[in-house]
């Protein structure tokens, strides 16, 4: 069971904005980064957002990323048919001496 | 640009131990630190163990027991050996990377492998 808590799916239409929310606690999204992963189908997950909303090279702007204490958002705009994927937070934990951890993972669908 | 691939057995009976390699290109793998994440069927990541070259290494808690990474530096290879393997360890084993431009993230990933547990 993970320790960061999705909604299990959501669904939008072309051109629409959603947001996935992912709660934490204060051992891990508390006092550490947050980081967001999309994984296509089929596909090996692809870094989305880093440092809680930060963007890498490449990501486009649709995605955009916030983090409020111990809960943490992605938002998608402008919402495209291939952006239809699983998406999944991730933080440190430091309750067990820096374990990584991933929440339990949201799929869009479009 | 790093590129990771890993190779495995494919198939591994119960009871056994697993060995996973990640070989490491387009950069010096003592750069980075690594990792090994894995996904069940239809089930969310699940982080395996992570290690940082010539330093220390880290395990989920939960599967520690059974598990060691290591890193070959002469080879540029990732290693993870995983014990007693039964059918809920059925899953793609991905061998993932932790650059210093994200954040702390693991970053890079490798298309993953397949790992089947059946006798």
């Known amino acids: 069971q993970s320790v960061l808590t999705q909604s299990p799916s959501t669904s939008g239409t072309p051109g629409q904005r959603i947001t996935i929310s992912c709660s934490g606690s204060?051992?891990?999204?508390?006092?550490?980064?947050v980081y967001w992963y999309q994984q296509l189908p089929g596909r090996a997950p692809k870094l989305l957002i880093h440092?809680?909303?930060e963007r890498p090279a490449g990501v486009p702007d649709r995605f955009s990323g916030s983090k409020s204490g111990t809960s943490a958002s992605l938002a998608i705009s402008g919402l495209r048919s291939e952006d239809e994927a699983d998406y999944y937070c991730?933080?440190?934990?430091?309750?067990?001496?820096?374990?990584?951890?991933f929440g339990s993972g949201t799929k869009v669908t479009v | 640009q790093v590129q990771l691939q890993e190779s495995g057995p494919g198939l591994v009976k119960p009871s056994e131990t697993l060995s996973l390699t990640c070989t490491v290109s387009?950069?010096?793998?003592?750069?980075?630190?690594w990792g090994w994440v894995r996904q069940s069927p239809g089930e969310a990541l699940e982080w395996i163990a992570y290690?940082?070259?010539?330093?220390?290494?880290g395990y989920n808690p939960s599967l520690k027991s059974r598990v060691t990474i290591s890193v070959d530096t002469s080879k540029s290879q990732l290693s993870l050996d995983f014990d007693s393997m039964t059918a809920a360890d059925s899953a793609m084993y991905y061998c993932?990377?932790?650059?210093?431009?994200?954040?702390?993230?693991?970053?890079?990933w490798g298309p993953g492998t397949k790992v089947a547990v059946s006798s």
């Open positions: 993932v990377g932790r650059s210093k431009l994200h954040g702390g993230s693991f970053d890079l």
């Open positions: 387009g950069d010096s793998i003592s750069r980075y630190s």
């Open positions: 290690i940082y070259v010539g330093v220390s290494a």
């Open positions: 204060s051992s891990n999204i508390g006092r550490n980064f």
């Open positions: 440092s809680n909303d």
């Open positions: 991730a933080s440190w934990d430091d309750s067990l001496k820096d374990v990584y951890i």
